[in-house]
Protein backbone atom coordinates (compact mmCIF):
# COMPACT_ATOMS: atom_id res chain seq x y z
CA UNK A 1 0.00 0.00 0.00
CA UNK A 2 1.09 3.53 -0.71
CA UNK A 3 2.27 5.64 2.07
CA UNK A 4 -0.12 8.66 1.94
CA UNK A 5 1.74 10.40 4.50
CA UNK A 6 3.29 13.44 3.60
CA UNK A 7 6.13 14.16 5.80
CA UNK A 8 6.79 17.60 7.75
CA UNK A 9 10.30 19.42 7.44
CA UNK A 10 10.74 18.14 11.12
CA UNK A 11 9.97 14.58 10.50
CA UNK A 12 11.89 14.35 7.42
CA UNK A 13 15.01 16.29 9.44
CA UNK A 14 15.12 13.72 12.29
CA UNK A 15 14.21 10.47 9.98
CA UNK A 16 16.32 10.83 7.32
CA UNK A 17 19.70 10.15 9.89
CA UNK A 18 17.85 6.91 10.62
CA UNK A 19 17.70 5.91 6.86
CA UNK A 20 20.43 7.00 5.26
CA UNK A 21 24.53 6.72 6.45
CA UNK A 22 26.63 8.85 5.27
CA UNK A 23 30.82 7.76 4.77
CA UNK A 24 32.14 10.16 7.27
CA UNK A 25 29.79 8.17 9.62
CA UNK A 26 31.44 4.85 9.08
CA UNK A 27 34.55 6.52 9.63
CA UNK A 28 33.81 7.90 13.03
CA UNK A 29 32.12 4.54 13.95
CA UNK A 30 34.91 2.76 13.06
CA UNK A 31 37.79 4.74 14.71
CA UNK A 32 35.94 4.82 17.77
CA UNK A 33 35.41 1.13 17.81
CA UNK A 34 39.31 0.54 17.00
CA UNK A 35 40.10 2.56 20.22
CA UNK A 36 37.59 0.28 22.36
CA UNK A 37 39.25 -2.84 20.68
CA UNK A 38 42.53 -1.51 21.65
CA UNK A 39 41.09 -1.17 25.54
CA UNK A 40 38.81 -4.35 25.22
CA UNK A 41 42.13 -6.60 24.54
CA UNK A 42 44.17 -4.59 27.46
CA UNK A 43 41.44 -5.30 29.71
CA UNK A 44 41.09 -8.75 28.83
CA UNK A 45 45.12 -8.84 29.37
CA UNK A 46 44.52 -6.91 33.27
CA UNK A 47 42.25 -10.25 34.14
CA UNK A 48 44.27 -12.40 33.06
CA UNK A 49 47.53 -10.82 34.92
CA UNK A 50 45.84 -9.24 37.72
CA UNK A 51 45.77 -5.72 39.13
CA UNK A 52 49.53 -5.42 38.77
CA UNK A 53 49.68 -4.12 35.76
CA UNK A 54 48.22 -0.92 36.77
CA UNK A 55 49.17 1.62 38.96
CA UNK A 56 47.22 0.98 41.78
CA UNK A 57 48.97 -0.78 44.48
CA UNK A 58 48.60 -0.69 48.51
CA UNK A 59 47.02 2.32 49.59
CA UNK A 60 46.28 3.74 46.58
CA UNK A 61 43.32 1.88 46.13
CA UNK A 62 41.47 3.54 43.81
CA UNK A 63 43.17 5.56 40.61
CA UNK A 64 41.52 6.51 37.32
CA UNK A 65 39.04 3.88 37.49
CA UNK A 66 37.04 5.42 40.00
CA UNK A 67 37.92 8.48 38.98
CA UNK A 68 36.16 7.63 35.65
CA UNK A 69 33.68 6.12 37.44
CA UNK A 70 32.74 9.77 39.59
CA UNK A 71 32.76 10.90 36.31
CA UNK A 72 30.99 9.34 34.45
CA UNK A 73 27.77 9.10 37.34
CA UNK A 74 28.57 13.14 37.12
CA UNK A 75 27.98 13.02 33.40
CA UNK A 76 24.74 11.16 34.10
CA UNK A 77 22.96 13.76 35.42
CA UNK A 78 23.07 15.46 32.74
CA UNK A 79 20.08 14.03 30.90
CA UNK A 80 17.70 12.96 33.26
CA UNK A 81 17.82 15.91 35.61
CA UNK A 82 17.91 18.34 33.83
CA UNK A 83 15.34 16.89 31.13
CA UNK A 84 13.28 16.61 34.07
CA UNK A 85 14.10 19.73 36.05
CA UNK A 86 12.88 21.54 32.73
CA UNK A 87 10.34 19.38 32.07
CA UNK A 88 8.62 20.21 35.50
CA UNK A 89 8.93 23.79 34.99
CA UNK A 90 7.92 23.57 31.56
CA UNK A 91 10.30 25.30 30.06
CA UNK A 92 9.23 25.35 26.27
CA UNK A 93 12.83 25.76 25.06
CA UNK A 94 13.53 22.14 26.31
CA UNK A 95 11.57 20.33 23.69
CA UNK A 96 14.23 19.25 20.67
CA UNK A 97 17.30 18.48 23.75
CA UNK A 98 15.32 15.72 26.13
CA UNK A 99 15.92 13.08 24.31
CA UNK A 100 19.62 13.62 23.41
CA UNK A 101 20.32 14.92 27.40
CA UNK A 102 18.11 11.23 28.78
CA UNK A 103 20.25 9.05 26.32
CA UNK A 104 23.71 10.39 28.33
CA UNK A 105 22.30 9.51 31.34
CA UNK A 106 21.15 5.93 30.22
CA UNK A 107 25.26 5.46 28.16
CA UNK A 108 26.72 7.15 31.09
CA UNK A 109 25.26 5.01 33.86
CA UNK A 110 26.19 1.72 32.33
CA UNK A 111 29.89 3.12 31.61
CA UNK A 112 30.02 4.47 35.30
CA UNK A 113 28.81 0.85 36.25
CA UNK A 114 31.66 -0.74 34.08
CA UNK A 115 33.86 1.13 35.49
CA UNK A 116 33.79 -0.76 38.98
CA UNK A 117 33.86 -3.98 37.16
CA UNK A 118 37.44 -2.96 35.77
CA UNK A 119 38.91 -1.68 38.99
CA UNK A 120 37.74 -4.89 41.38
CA UNK A 121 40.16 -6.47 39.02
CA UNK A 122 37.91 -10.32 39.61
CA UNK A 123 34.52 -9.50 38.17
CA UNK A 124 33.27 -12.37 40.04
CA UNK A 125 33.89 -9.85 43.50
CA UNK A 126 31.06 -8.49 42.49
CA UNK A 127 29.08 -11.05 44.42
CA UNK A 128 30.25 -10.01 47.47
CA UNK A 129 28.03 -6.82 47.49
CA UNK A 130 25.32 -8.87 47.09
CA UNK A 131 25.81 -11.42 49.54
CA UNK A 132 28.00 -9.89 52.20
CA UNK A 133 26.75 -6.42 51.74
CA UNK A 134 26.23 -4.63 54.88
CA UNK A 135 23.81 -2.13 55.78
CA UNK A 136 26.40 0.13 57.45
CA UNK A 137 28.28 0.51 54.11
CA UNK A 138 27.84 3.13 51.50
CA UNK A 139 29.31 0.77 48.49
CA UNK A 140 25.60 -1.45 48.74
CA UNK A 141 23.83 2.02 49.31
CA UNK A 142 25.49 2.88 45.92
CA UNK A 143 24.61 -0.13 44.38
CA UNK A 144 20.82 0.39 45.31
CA UNK A 145 20.87 4.06 44.04
CA UNK A 146 22.50 3.29 41.13
CA UNK A 147 20.30 0.60 40.15
CA UNK A 148 17.16 2.32 40.76
CA UNK A 149 18.46 4.97 38.83
CA UNK A 150 19.35 3.09 35.53
CA UNK A 151 15.69 1.62 36.20
CA UNK A 152 14.41 5.07 36.09
CA UNK A 153 16.55 6.71 33.61
CA UNK A 154 15.48 4.00 30.99
CA UNK A 155 12.14 4.63 31.92
CA UNK A 156 12.05 8.12 31.83
CA UNK A 157 14.10 7.59 28.40
CA UNK A 158 11.44 5.14 26.98
CA UNK A 159 8.02 6.96 28.04
CA UNK A 160 8.29 10.33 25.76
CA UNK A 161 9.85 8.04 22.81
CA UNK A 162 6.52 5.68 22.40
CA UNK A 163 5.07 8.48 20.15
CA UNK A 164 8.09 8.63 17.87
CA UNK A 165 8.32 4.87 17.69
CA UNK A 166 4.56 4.46 16.77
CA UNK A 167 5.69 6.94 13.95
CA UNK A 168 8.48 4.96 12.65
CA UNK A 169 6.54 2.13 12.77
CA UNK A 170 3.73 3.80 10.46
CA UNK A 171 6.25 4.86 7.59
CA UNK A 172 8.36 1.72 7.50
CA UNK A 173 5.15 -0.71 7.06
CA UNK A 174 6.80 -3.02 4.35
CA UNK A 175 5.75 -4.62 1.32
CA UNK A 176 6.96 -7.78 2.73
CA UNK A 177 6.45 -9.85 6.14
CA UNK A 178 9.76 -10.64 7.81
CA UNK A 179 9.31 -14.67 7.03
CA UNK A 180 8.89 -14.09 3.19
CA UNK A 181 12.16 -11.88 3.10
CA UNK A 182 14.34 -15.01 3.09
CA UNK A 183 12.19 -16.71 -0.08
CA UNK A 184 13.11 -13.36 -2.11
CA UNK A 185 15.38 -14.86 -5.53
CA UNK A 186 17.57 -12.25 -4.68
CA UNK A 187 18.88 -11.39 -0.91
CA UNK A 188 18.13 -7.77 -0.48
CA UNK A 189 19.96 -6.40 2.29
CA UNK A 190 17.67 -3.26 2.48
CA UNK A 191 14.28 -4.93 2.19
CA UNK A 192 15.70 -6.96 4.91
CA UNK A 193 16.82 -4.11 6.88
CA UNK A 194 13.16 -1.75 6.24
CA UNK A 195 11.21 -4.57 7.37
CA UNK A 196 13.37 -5.54 10.55
CA UNK A 197 13.02 -2.20 12.00
CA UNK A 198 9.06 -2.19 11.17
CA UNK A 199 9.35 -5.04 13.45
CA UNK A 200 11.19 -3.58 16.08
CA UNK A 201 9.61 -0.08 16.45
CA UNK A 202 6.15 -2.23 16.13
CA UNK A 203 7.27 -4.41 19.07
CA UNK A 204 9.03 -0.74 21.22
CA UNK A 205 5.75 1.41 20.45
CA UNK A 206 3.26 -1.22 22.41
CA UNK A 207 0.36 -0.78 20.20
CA UNK A 208 0.15 3.28 20.90
CA UNK A 209 -2.58 4.63 18.54
CA UNK A 210 -2.65 8.17 20.18
CA UNK A 211 -6.08 8.27 21.45
CA UNK A 212 -6.77 11.51 23.59
CA UNK A 213 -7.27 9.04 26.43
CA UNK A 214 -3.52 7.30 25.34
CA UNK A 215 -1.93 10.88 25.46
CA UNK A 216 -3.58 12.16 28.76
CA UNK A 217 -1.97 8.85 30.49
CA UNK A 218 1.24 8.73 29.02
CA UNK A 219 1.61 12.75 29.78
CA UNK A 220 0.26 11.62 33.36
CA UNK A 221 3.17 8.95 33.70
CA UNK A 222 6.38 11.06 32.10
CA UNK A 223 5.07 14.08 34.52
CA UNK A 224 5.26 11.10 37.51
CA UNK A 225 8.51 10.02 36.21
CA UNK A 226 10.21 13.33 36.13
CA UNK A 227 9.42 14.24 39.62
CA UNK A 228 10.33 10.84 40.77
CA UNK A 229 13.83 11.23 39.37
CA UNK A 230 14.79 14.20 40.73
CA UNK A 231 15.25 12.66 43.74
CA UNK A 232 16.46 9.98 42.92
CA UNK A 233 19.32 11.36 40.99
CA UNK A 234 20.28 13.64 43.92
CA UNK A 235 20.61 10.28 46.01
CA UNK A 236 22.92 8.42 43.08
CA UNK A 237 25.46 11.19 43.32
CA UNK A 238 25.32 12.02 47.02
CA UNK A 239 25.81 8.72 48.04
CA UNK A 240 28.57 8.24 45.31
CA UNK A 241 30.20 11.53 47.67
CA UNK A 242 29.50 9.05 50.73
CA UNK A 243 31.77 6.38 49.56
CA UNK A 244 34.18 9.19 50.17
CA UNK A 245 32.92 10.78 52.71
CA UNK A 246 32.84 8.09 54.82
CA UNK A 247 36.02 7.08 55.28
CA UNK A 248 38.18 9.11 58.13
CA UNK A 249 40.68 9.94 54.96
CA UNK A 250 42.15 13.41 55.03
CA UNK A 251 40.08 15.96 52.69
CA UNK A 252 37.70 13.10 52.34
CA UNK A 253 35.63 12.86 55.70
CA UNK A 254 33.67 16.21 55.04
CA UNK A 255 29.76 17.08 55.42
CA UNK A 256 30.31 19.13 52.00
CA UNK A 257 31.40 16.32 49.96
CA UNK A 258 27.45 15.66 49.08
CA UNK A 259 26.03 18.70 47.69
CA UNK A 260 29.48 19.46 45.79
CA UNK A 261 29.85 16.51 44.19
CA UNK A 262 25.88 17.21 42.93
CA UNK A 263 26.76 20.50 41.93
CA UNK A 264 29.95 18.86 40.07
CA UNK A 265 27.80 16.37 38.12
CA UNK A 266 25.04 18.78 37.26
CA UNK A 267 27.93 20.83 36.38
CA UNK A 268 29.93 18.87 33.97
CA UNK A 269 26.05 17.16 32.88
CA UNK A 270 25.29 20.09 31.19
CA UNK A 271 28.99 20.37 29.55
CA UNK A 272 28.43 16.92 28.19
CA UNK A 273 24.95 17.51 26.79
CA UNK A 274 26.48 20.62 25.01
CA UNK A 275 29.13 18.36 23.31
CA UNK A 276 26.60 15.69 22.04
CA UNK A 277 23.94 18.14 21.18
CA UNK A 278 26.27 20.12 18.86
CA UNK A 279 27.22 16.91 17.59
CA UNK A 280 24.42 16.01 16.79
CA UNK A 281 22.77 18.95 15.84
CA UNK A 282 25.78 19.19 13.33
CA UNK A 283 25.91 15.92 11.75
CA UNK A 284 22.35 15.70 11.89
CA UNK A 285 21.62 18.77 10.21
CA UNK A 286 18.83 19.69 13.51
CA UNK A 287 20.13 23.56 13.24
CA UNK A 288 16.52 24.84 12.92
CA UNK A 289 15.04 23.44 16.18
CA UNK A 290 18.45 23.36 18.08
CA UNK A 291 19.12 26.79 17.93
CA UNK A 292 20.25 30.34 19.40
CA UNK A 293 17.64 29.94 22.24
CA UNK A 294 18.70 26.06 23.68
CA UNK A 295 22.43 27.46 23.48
CA UNK A 296 21.57 31.06 25.27
CA UNK A 297 19.82 29.61 27.85
CA UNK A 298 21.73 26.69 28.82
CA UNK A 299 25.07 28.49 28.55
CA UNK A 300 23.32 30.86 31.47
CA UNK A 301 22.79 26.99 33.50
CA UNK A 302 26.11 26.60 32.78
CA UNK A 303 27.46 29.81 34.16
CA UNK A 304 25.30 29.56 37.31
CA UNK A 305 26.25 26.12 37.82
CA UNK A 306 30.44 27.15 37.54
CA UNK A 307 30.10 29.95 39.83
CA UNK A 308 28.70 27.29 42.66
CA UNK A 309 30.94 25.09 41.63
CA UNK A 310 33.38 27.70 42.47
CA UNK A 311 31.47 28.36 46.00
CA UNK A 312 31.51 24.85 46.62
CA UNK A 313 35.82 24.66 45.90
CA UNK A 314 36.71 27.93 48.07
CA UNK A 315 34.70 26.66 50.93
CA UNK A 316 36.00 23.82 50.64
CA UNK A 317 39.82 24.22 50.60
CA UNK A 318 39.40 27.60 52.61
CA UNK A 319 37.81 25.37 55.84
CA UNK A 320 40.70 22.84 55.45
CA UNK A 321 43.01 25.67 55.25
CA UNK A 322 42.31 27.50 58.58
CA UNK A 323 42.44 24.03 59.99
CA UNK A 324 45.58 22.45 61.94
CA UNK A 325 45.17 18.81 61.26
CA UNK A 326 48.61 17.80 60.14
CA UNK A 327 47.19 14.57 57.67
CA UNK A 328 44.83 17.52 56.04
CA UNK A 329 47.28 20.06 55.66
CA UNK A 330 49.69 17.85 54.08
CA UNK A 331 46.91 16.74 51.22
CA UNK A 332 46.41 20.56 50.87
CA UNK A 333 49.90 21.33 50.51
CA UNK A 334 50.59 18.79 47.50
CA UNK A 335 47.43 20.04 45.60
CA UNK A 336 48.19 23.72 46.31
CA UNK A 337 52.21 23.82 45.76
CA UNK A 338 53.29 19.75 45.63
CA UNK A 339 53.38 17.53 43.12
CA UNK A 340 49.25 18.04 41.98
CA UNK A 341 49.70 21.12 41.78
CA UNK A 342 49.34 21.52 38.34
CA UNK A 343 46.46 19.47 38.25
CA UNK A 344 45.07 21.65 40.94
CA UNK A 345 45.49 24.90 39.12
CA UNK A 346 44.31 23.23 35.28
CA UNK A 347 41.22 22.34 36.97
CA UNK A 348 40.53 25.88 38.41
CA UNK A 349 41.12 27.51 35.26
CA UNK A 350 39.26 24.95 33.24
CA UNK A 351 36.20 24.78 35.61
CA UNK A 352 35.84 28.75 36.61
CA UNK A 353 38.04 31.01 34.35
CA UNK A 354 37.36 29.53 30.90
CA UNK A 355 33.83 29.35 30.93
CA UNK A 356 32.97 32.71 33.02
CA UNK A 357 35.55 34.29 30.34
CA UNK A 358 33.60 33.19 27.60
CA UNK A 359 29.85 32.64 28.56
CA UNK A 360 29.69 35.63 30.98
CA UNK A 361 28.33 37.80 27.43
CA UNK A 362 25.46 36.90 25.09
CA UNK A 363 27.63 36.70 22.36
CA UNK A 364 29.82 33.72 24.15
CA UNK A 365 26.91 31.58 24.30
CA UNK A 366 26.65 30.45 20.71
CA UNK A 367 27.89 26.86 19.48
CA UNK A 368 31.17 27.38 19.46
CA UNK A 369 31.31 29.56 22.18
CA UNK A 370 29.52 26.86 24.37
CA UNK A 371 31.28 23.85 22.91
CA UNK A 372 34.93 25.41 23.77
CA UNK A 373 33.51 25.98 27.12
CA UNK A 374 31.93 22.59 27.63
CA UNK A 375 35.20 20.73 26.34
CA UNK A 376 37.43 22.68 29.18
CA UNK A 377 34.28 21.80 31.66
CA UNK A 378 34.49 18.09 30.81
CA UNK A 379 38.40 17.89 31.13
CA UNK A 380 38.42 19.98 34.05
CA UNK A 381 35.56 18.01 36.09
CA UNK A 382 37.92 14.75 35.21
CA UNK A 383 40.72 16.31 36.84
CA UNK A 384 38.61 17.30 39.50
CA UNK A 385 37.99 13.73 40.51
CA UNK A 386 41.68 12.88 39.80
CA UNK A 387 42.70 15.01 42.47
CA UNK A 388 40.07 14.02 45.07
CA UNK A 389 41.19 10.71 44.90
CA UNK A 390 44.97 10.59 44.09
CA UNK A 391 46.18 13.08 46.64
CA UNK A 392 44.33 11.67 49.61
CA UNK A 393 45.37 8.11 48.86
CA UNK A 394 49.05 8.61 48.40
CA UNK A 395 49.02 10.48 51.43
CA UNK A 396 46.76 8.14 54.18
CA UNK A 397 46.37 9.13 57.47
CA UNK A 398 46.24 5.08 58.67
CA UNK A 399 50.47 4.94 58.87
CA UNK A 400 51.29 3.72 55.73
CA UNK A 401 54.78 5.23 53.84
CA UNK A 402 53.63 8.43 51.36
CA UNK A 403 53.23 6.65 47.89
CA UNK A 404 53.18 7.68 44.15
CA UNK A 405 50.81 6.44 42.11
CA UNK A 406 51.53 6.64 38.29
CA UNK A 407 48.73 5.39 36.00
CA UNK A 408 49.95 2.75 33.38
CA UNK A 409 49.18 2.26 30.05
CA UNK A 410 47.03 -0.12 30.42
CA UNK A 411 44.67 2.30 32.56
CA UNK A 412 44.67 5.31 29.72
CA UNK A 413 43.88 2.57 27.08
CA UNK A 414 40.76 1.44 29.30
CA UNK A 415 40.16 5.30 29.94
CA UNK A 416 39.72 6.16 26.31
CA UNK A 417 37.96 2.36 25.19
CA UNK A 418 35.70 3.52 27.71
CA UNK A 419 35.07 7.42 26.42
CA UNK A 420 35.03 6.09 22.89
CA UNK A 421 32.31 3.39 23.72
CA UNK A 422 30.18 6.02 25.48
CA UNK A 423 30.70 8.05 22.01
CA UNK A 424 30.06 5.10 20.11
CA UNK A 425 26.82 3.74 22.23
CA UNK A 426 25.75 7.57 21.67
CA UNK A 427 25.79 7.78 17.78
CA UNK A 428 24.59 3.96 16.92
CA UNK A 429 21.10 4.98 19.49
CA UNK A 430 20.67 7.72 17.32
CA UNK A 431 21.12 5.97 14.22
CA UNK A 432 18.11 3.61 15.69
CA UNK A 433 16.20 6.13 17.48
CA UNK A 434 15.17 9.65 16.34
CA UNK A 435 17.43 12.10 18.12
CA UNK A 436 14.77 14.78 18.53
CA UNK A 437 11.30 13.64 20.34
CA UNK A 438 9.38 14.64 17.40
CA UNK A 439 5.77 15.15 19.10
CA UNK A 440 6.85 16.94 21.86
CA UNK A 441 8.31 19.51 19.48
CA UNK A 442 4.88 19.51 17.19
CA UNK A 443 2.94 19.87 20.41
CA UNK A 444 5.17 22.98 21.40
CA UNK A 445 4.40 24.44 18.14
CA UNK A 446 0.79 23.80 18.92
CA UNK A 447 0.82 25.76 21.78
CA UNK A 448 2.94 27.93 20.54
CA UNK A 449 0.35 29.05 18.02
CA UNK A 450 -2.46 28.95 20.22
CA UNK A 451 -0.85 31.53 22.28
CA UNK A 452 0.10 32.98 19.39
CA UNK A 453 -3.69 33.31 17.87
CA UNK A 454 -5.27 34.20 21.23
CA UNK A 455 -2.57 37.27 21.50
CA UNK A 456 -4.25 38.54 18.26
CA UNK A 457 -7.80 37.90 19.21
CA UNK A 458 -7.25 40.26 22.30
CA UNK A 459 -5.10 42.53 20.56
CA UNK A 460 -7.65 43.08 17.77
CA UNK A 461 -10.08 45.87 18.20
CA UNK A 462 -13.53 44.94 20.31
CA UNK A 463 -16.66 45.43 17.65
CA UNK B 1 14.18 -19.77 57.15
CA UNK B 2 15.81 -16.30 58.09
CA UNK B 3 19.27 -17.51 57.74
CA UNK B 4 18.68 -19.89 54.64
CA UNK B 5 17.70 -16.18 52.99
CA UNK B 6 20.18 -14.64 54.45
CA UNK B 7 22.61 -17.31 53.20
CA UNK B 8 20.93 -17.90 49.69
CA UNK B 9 20.43 -13.81 48.91
CA UNK B 10 22.93 -12.05 51.08
CA UNK B 11 21.53 -9.07 52.74
CA UNK B 12 22.65 -6.94 49.96
CA UNK B 13 20.58 -8.84 47.92
CA UNK B 14 17.90 -8.49 50.03
CA UNK B 15 17.91 -4.89 50.14
CA UNK B 16 18.46 -4.33 46.86
CA UNK B 17 15.21 -7.10 45.88
CA UNK B 18 12.99 -4.92 48.38
CA UNK B 19 13.70 -1.71 46.49
CA UNK B 20 14.28 -3.03 42.71
CA UNK B 21 11.31 -5.26 42.24
CA UNK B 22 8.70 -3.11 44.02
CA UNK B 23 9.64 -0.54 41.56
CA UNK B 24 10.54 -2.83 38.61
CA UNK B 25 6.78 -3.77 38.74
CA UNK B 26 5.23 -0.34 39.79
CA UNK B 27 6.99 0.30 36.44
CA UNK B 28 5.79 -2.09 34.02
CA UNK B 29 2.63 -1.48 35.50
CA UNK B 30 2.98 2.00 34.55
CA UNK B 31 3.76 1.30 30.90
CA UNK B 32 0.68 -1.38 30.68
CA UNK B 33 -1.85 1.50 31.92
CA UNK B 34 -0.52 3.72 28.89
CA UNK B 35 -0.64 1.18 26.55
CA UNK B 36 -3.99 -0.62 27.30
CA UNK B 37 -5.41 2.77 27.00
CA UNK B 38 -9.06 2.72 25.28
CA UNK B 39 -8.66 3.09 21.28
CA UNK B 40 -12.13 5.18 20.08
CA UNK B 41 -12.64 4.93 16.33
CA UNK B 42 -11.70 8.32 15.63
CA UNK B 43 -7.76 7.78 16.67
CA UNK B 44 -6.73 6.71 13.54
CA UNK B 45 -4.86 9.32 12.34
CA UNK B 46 -4.50 11.13 14.95
CA UNK B 47 -1.39 13.73 15.05
CA UNK B 48 0.85 12.23 18.12
CA UNK B 49 0.54 8.76 16.98
CA UNK B 50 0.68 6.44 14.10
CA UNK B 51 -2.71 5.74 13.62
CA UNK B 52 -3.26 2.22 12.18
CA UNK B 53 -1.81 -0.15 14.69
Known amino acids: ?48 LGLGVTGLSRPIYWGIYITNFVFFIGIS ?70 SLYLLSSTLYLYLPMIPDLARLRDRMKPELPLSAVGTLKRWNVETFQHTWRYHFYRILALGWH ?31 SWIFGMNMQPMWHSTILGPYFVVGAIFSGIATLFLFMTLIRKAWHLEPWIGPKQYDYLGILLLVMSAFWGYFTLAEYLTTGYGTLVHEQEVLQAKLSGEYAPWFYAMVFLNFVVPFAILIRRRGRTPVGTVIASAAIAVGMWIERFTIIAPTLTRPSLGYERAIYAPTFTEIAITAASLALFALLFLLFFKIFPAISVWEVEEGEHIAAVKRKAAELLAAPQM | MAHWIIDTAGVGGIIVGLIAIPVLIAYVRMVHWIASAPKPPEADGHPMGGGSE
Not at chain 1, 1 to 27: D, K
Request: proline fraction near 3%.
Open chain 1, 1 to 48: MENVHRETELERAVLNPLRHTTVQFWLVIGVLSAVVLVGAITLVRQWV
Open chain 1, 77 to 146: HAGTLISAILRVTQAEWRRPITRIAEAITFFALILGAIQILIDLGRLDRVLNVIFFGRFQSPLLWDVTCI
Open chain 1, 210 to 240: GSAEQVRRLERGIGIMAILIIPIAVSVHTVV
